[in-house]
C-alpha cells in the first residue's frame, strides 16, 4: 500500500513515532553552529551611535554562527540580535536542584547607549525537548523539511509578543501564542549571568527566562484559554 505525501504529512501515528528524532535532530543542528556569546557581546561593546557604523556592526554579528537574527531600531537607536544554541538546563528553587532537561536556549540581547555607557538588555526563551517533540505531534509541519528554523520562527515570534505584552492568561499560567496552530505553556523563571561574558547585572537574580514546557493545539485547549487565544469578544466581557 503506498500513502500519498498529504496522507504522510497528517498522520498521528508516524508524528508521535518521528517527533523524539527530529527533535534531538534540531538541537543537534543547533548544536553545529552554537553562538559564542562572550564574542558576540565583545563586538556589540563597540556599539557607537552612527547609523553607518552599526549597520557595519549588524553585518559583522549576523555572519556569527547561532545568531538567528539581527535588527537596528531607531528609537531609542539600539540593535536588537537573537541567538541560539542547544543547553543543559537545570532547574533549581530556593538553592536546591530539582531537575535536568536539554533545551534549545534563545537569548534577546539589545544594546544600545544609555548616560554615555554601552547597556545590555537580555530576555531567554528556553525550548525544552518534550515541547520540541509536541509541537511535531500536534501539528501539521512538514515532516521532511528541517525543524530548526520552524523553531528560530518561533522563538523570533514569541519574543515579539513577550515584547509587545501578547502573552496570554489562564488562572496562574501564561502561554505565548504559536505561529503553528496552537500555544506554548510557558512558565517564568531566571537564568544566571555567565561570568565569561564580563558583564555586571542590575537584577540580582540575572537574567529574566521565560521556559516553555510543552505545546497545545486547539484540542488541548481549556475553552476558556481557546476564547483568550481566538480573542474572542464573550471571553473579554467576562473577564471585565
Known amino acids: 500500500m503506498q500513502m500519498n505525501h498529504l496522507a504522510f504529512a497528517r498522520s498521528r501515528s508516524l508524528r508521535v513515532?518521528?517527533?523524539?528524532?527530529?527533535?534531538?535532530?534540531a538541537l543537534s543542528e543547533a548544536g553545529t553552529a552554537a553562538i559564542d556569546m562572550t564574542r558576540l557581546i565583545a563586538l556589540a561593546a563597540d556599539f557607537r551611535p552612527n547609523r553607518k557604523a552599526l549597520d557595519r556592526l549588524a553585518g559583522r554579528i549576523g555572519r556569527l554562527p547561532g545568531v538567528v537574527r539581527v535588527r537596528l531600531c531607531p528609537d531609542p537607536l539600539r540593535l536588537v540580535v537573537i541567538t541560539r544554541a542547544p543547553r543543559g538546563v537545570v532547574t533549581c528553587h530556593a538553592g536546591v536542584?530539582?531537575?535536568?532537561?536539554?533545551?534549545?536556549?534563545?537569548?534577546?540581547?539589545?544594546?544600545?547607549?544609555?548616560?554615555?555607557?554601552?547597556?545590555?538588555?537580555?530576555?531567554?526563551?528556553?525550548?525544552?525537548?518534550?515541547?520540541?517533540?509536541?509541537?511535531?505531534?500536534?501539528?501539521?509541519l512538514a515532516l521532511h523539511q528541517p525543524l530548526l528554523p520552524v523553531l528560530d520562527a518561533e522563538a523570533s515570534a514569541g519574543f515579539a509578543h513577550l515584547m509587545a505584552g501578547r502573552e496570554l492568561t489562564e488562572a496562574e499560567d501564561m502561554f505565548l501564542?504559536?505561529?503553528?496552530?496552537?500555544?506554548?505553556?510557558?512558565?517564568?523563571?531566571?537564568?544566571?549571568?555567565?561570568?565569561?561574558?564580563?558583564?555586571?547585572?542590575?537584577?540580582?537574580?540575572?537574567?529574566?527566562?521565560?521556559?516553555?514546557?510543552?505545546?497545545?493545539?486547539?484540542e488541548q485547549m481549556r475553552p476558556t484559554l481557546w476564547l483568550r487565544w481566538r480573542d474572542d469578544p464573550t471571553c473579554r466581557m467576562a473577564q471585565g
Open 17 to 25: 513515532s518521528l517527533k523524539r528524532g527530529l527533535a534531538r535532530q
Open 177 to 218: 501564542p504559536s505561529q503553528a496552530e496552537g500555544v506554548w505553556v510557558t512558565s517564568c523563571d531566571w537564568m544566571a549571568l555567565d561570568t565569561d561574558w564580563g558583564l555586571s547585572c542590575l537584577e540580582p537574580r540575572g537574567i529574566p527566562m521565560h521556559s516553555i514546557r510543552t505545546f497545545l493545539a486547539p
Open 97 to 140: 536542584e530539582q531537575f535536568r532537561e536539554e533545551s534549545l536556549l534563545y537569548l534577546r540581547m539589545s544594546v544600545g547607549i544609555e548616560a554615555g555607557r554601552v547597556m545590555f538588555d537580555f530576555t531567554a526563551l528556553s525550548y525544552c525537548l518534550h515541547a520540541i517533540e509536541r509541537l511535531v505531534e500536534r501539528t501539521d
